[in-house]
C-alpha cells in the first residue's frame, strides 16, 4: 500500500533563507507523488507533482522537488522563503489506479518570520 | 480558469441533523472525490464518483451517502451528525485525460454544535 511520511511536523526559517520540507514515501508501484499547499482557513493548492517524466520537478512560486528512487524520497525546496509561504505542506501519494484517491501526509507547518 | 466549486461554504447544523454539501466540478472534470479533514488533521478521502457510478470508497460512516448527477456535480449527504463529523470537507475533480491529478475545491466547514 502507497504511505507518504513527512519527518517534520513544523518548520521555521527565515524570510530569504532557503526552505526544506522532508517528506518520504512507500510505494510498490512507481508513485505518482504530489505536493499541496493549505493556507489557513483556504482549499488545497497544488504546487508540484512527479510522475515519473523527470526527477527534478518544477512547480509554481518558485518551489521545487526532487524525486530520489534510492532514498524513497520526494523533498520540497524553495531557494528564499517569502512571508506569503507561510502555510502548512502535504505530501501525497496516488492510489496508482486510475481514478485513485490521494494518500495524504500528516502535514509541515511553514512558519516565515522577517 | 474555473475552479472547483462547492457550497455552502460554511454550515452550521445541530446534533442528529442531517446536511447537504454540493459540488461543482471544473467543466469537463468527470470524476469527483470527498475528502474530509478533521481539526489539524490531514484529509481523508471518503468517496468518489466517476460517469455517475461509485468509482472507490473509503472511510465513509454509513450516516453518509453521495451520487454524482448527469451535469458531473455530486452531493455528500449526512444524517444523524455528530460532534464529530465537525470538520472541513473537499471536493476535487480530475479530468478524463489526466486522471492522477485532483484539483481541490476551497472546501465547506461544517459545524456540529
Known amino acids: 500500500a502507497q504511505s507518504v511520511t513527512q519527518l517534520d511536523s513544523h518548520v521555521s526559517v527565515s524570510e530569504g533563507t532557503p526552505v526544506l520540507l522532508r517528506c518520504n514515501y512507500s510505494?510498490?508501484?512507481?508513485?505518482?507523488l504530489f505536493w499541496y499547499v493549505q493556507h489557513p482557513n483556504k482549499g488545497l493548492q497544488l504546487l508540484l507533482k512527479?510522475?515519473?517524466?523527470?526527477?527534478l520537478v518544477k512547480g509554481i512560486n518558485g518551489f521545487e522537488a526532487e524525486f530520489k528512487k534510492s532514498e524513497t524520497s520526494f523533498h520540497l525546496t524553495k531557494p528564499s522563503a517569502h512571508m506569503s509561504d507561510a502555510a502548512e505542506y502535504f505530501c501525497?501519494?496516488?492510489?496508482?489506479?486510475?481514478?485513485?484517491?490521494?494518500?495524504f501526509g500528516q502535514g509541515t507547518e511553514l512558519s516565515v518570520k522577517p | 480558469a474555473a475552479g472547483v466549486i462547492q457550497s455552502p461554504r460554511h454550515l452550521i447544523k445541530e446534533k442528529r441533523e442531517t446536511a447537504t454539501l454540493k459540488c461543482y466540478p471544473i467543466?469537463?472534470?468527470?470524476?469527483v472525490y470527498w475528502y474530509q479533514q478533521g481539526p489539524g488533521q490531514d484529509p481523508q478521502f471518503l468517496i468518489s464518483?466517476?460517469?455517475?457510478?461509485?468509482?472507490d470508497k473509503g472511510s465513509i460512516p454509513d450516516r453518509f451517502s453521495a451520487q454524482q448527477f448527469s451535469d458531473y456535480h455530486s452531493e455528500l449527504n449526512m444524517s444523524s451528525l455528530e460532534l464529530g463529523d465537525s470538520a472541513l470537507y473537499f471536493c476535487?475533480?480530475?479530468?478524463?485525460?489526466?486522471?492522477?491529478?485532483?484539483?481541490f475545491g476551497p472546501g465547506t466547514r461544517l459545524t456540529v454544535l
Open positions: 512527479y510522475t515519473s517524466a523527470a526527477t
Open positions: 464518483f466517476y460517469e455517475k457510478m461509485q468509482s
Open positions: 476535487a475533480s480530475s479530468p478524463l485525460a489526466r486522471t492522477d491529478t485532483q484539483y
Open positions: 510505494s510498490s508501484y512507481s508513485p505518482s
Open positions: 467543466p469537463r472534470h468527470d470524476t
Open positions: 501525497v501519494v496516488s492510489d496508482n489506479l486510475p481514478r485513485g484517491k490521494l494518500i
